[in-house]
T-cell receptor, first 115, second 114 residues
Framework: AQSVTQLGSHVSVSEGALVLLRCNYS??????LFWYVQYPNQGLQLLLK??????LVKGINGFEAEFKKSETSFHLTKPSAHMSDAAEYFC?????????????FGDGTTLTVKP | ETGVTQSPTHLIKTRGQQVTLRCSSQ?????VSWYQQALGQGPQFIFQ???????GRGNFPPRFSGLQFPNYSSELNVNALELDDSALYLC?????????????FGPGTRLTVL
């Protein structure tokens, strides 16, 4: 069975600093990988996804993530944090060949951005 | 284009009762997935419906059941409610089942079981 581990349930950065949110997965075959953001009292919004091709994936709001098969990781980064980035972030995986609707999610990382 | 909507937004029930949650998928989407998000945790996949048929189920007991209607809206029914069923219930819709099709989430229904 697949599993997703997000290291660090809470991450705090200063405005303008680098954002790094960590995600490791456990799967016998490289899965499809996703990052979602959730603002208070809202549903999840897709930031970016990796299915095939280039391992560095660019998403919305200046976020990007790199798929590293050897490290079974898919860490999310943003060069310069903005106050509006404060939210809950979820990493998710789904089996290659299935669809995003059957994803397994990590427990999330709360990002706080300090002025 | 109307996004994914869910009703009600909040609901309070007591143990043993039954509840029905509703989801209207985004226009043109024929696939709906339901998730349970307990406090402090990530969403857990309950089941998915594609063109009115169940298309996969997570590790949830049979008292969690669903329906999808011809207009692709969906219901989640939970019987014999337990305290642990208290959670945010999210639905997400997408076009077909292909992974490359992004799924769009509704704002969720917050269920409290007393």
């Amino acid at each position: 069975a697949q599993s997703v581990t997000q290291l660090g349930s809470h991450v705090s950065v200063s405005e303008g600093a680098l954002v790094l949110l960590r995600c490791n997965y456990s799967s016998s075959v490289p899965p499809y990988l996703f990052w979602y953001v959730q603002y208070p009292n809202q549903g999840l919004q897709l930031l970016l996804k990796y299915t095939t091709g280039a391992t560095l994936v660019k998403g919305i709001n200046g976020f990007e993530a790199e798929f590293k098969k050897s490290e079974t990781s898919f860490h999310l980064t943003k060069p310069s944090a903005h106050m509006s980035d404060a939210a809950e972030y979820f990493c998710a995986v789904s089996d290659r060949g299935t669809n995003a609707g059957k994803s397994t999610f990590g427990d999330g990382t709360t990002l706080t951005v300090k002025p | 284009e109307t996004g994914v909507t869910q009703s009600p937004t909040h609901l309070i029930k007591t143990r043993g009762q039954q509840v029905t949650l509703r989801c209207s998928s985004q226009s043109g989407h024929n696939t709906v997935s339901w998730y349970q998000q307990a406090l402090g945790q990530g969403p857990q996949f309950i089941f998915q419906y594609y063109r009115e048929e169940e298309n996969g189920r997570g590790n949830f007991p049979p008292r969690f059941s669903g329906l999808q209607f011809p207009n692709y809206s969906s219901e989640l029914n939970v019987n014999a409610l337990e305290l642990d069923d208290s959670a945010l219930y999210l639905c997400a819709s997408s076009m077909d089942r292909a992974v490359r099709n992004e799924q769009f989430f509704g704002p969720g229904t917050r269920l409290t079981v007393l």
